[in-house]
Nanobody, 117 residues
Framework: VQLQASGGGLVQAGGSLRLSCAAS????????VSWYRQAPGKQRQLVAA???????MYADSVKGRFTISRDNGKNMVYLQMNSLKPEDTAVYYC????????????WGQGTLVTVSS
């Protein structure tokens, strides 16, 4: 199983980025897929998640600015990030998990997002 996160980069405050998470070996359509982020010196925090039935949740700090979505045909999950702020600077990770059989919990490698002021 492999999760591959991509799409990070350097952007000015107010700009946008779209992160992508691709999976091999598991199906996102039956998983809960989440985006986390970790800023330097801080704990990893949950940013957004999408369940197998399409329900979504967001951290208060990103509500109204970030959108998580899933393309089952491509087995991809995206995080559209708009109105970026310097405090959004972090390494972003995708995670796929399933709480019923077959249970699993996989992390992708991070992708760095840097927002300049």
């Amino acid at each position: 199983v492999q999760l591959q996160a991509s799409g990070g980069g350097l952007v000015q405050a107010g700009g946008s980025l779209r992160l992508s998470c691709a999976a091999s070996g598991i199906m996102f359509s039956i998983s809960v897929v989440s985006w986390y982020r970790q800023a330097p010196g801080k704990q990893r925090q949950l940013v957004a998640a999408i369940t197998s039935d399409g329900s979504t949740m967001y951290a208060d700090s990103v509500k109204g600015r970030f959108t998580i979505s899933r393309d089952n045909g491509k087995n991809m999950v995206y995080l559209q990030m708009n109105s970026l702020k310097p405090e959004d600077t972090a390494v972003y990770y995708c995670k796929a998990e399933r709480w019923t059989l077959p249970k699993y919990d996989y992390w992708g490698q991070g992708t760095l997002v840097t927002v300049s002021s």
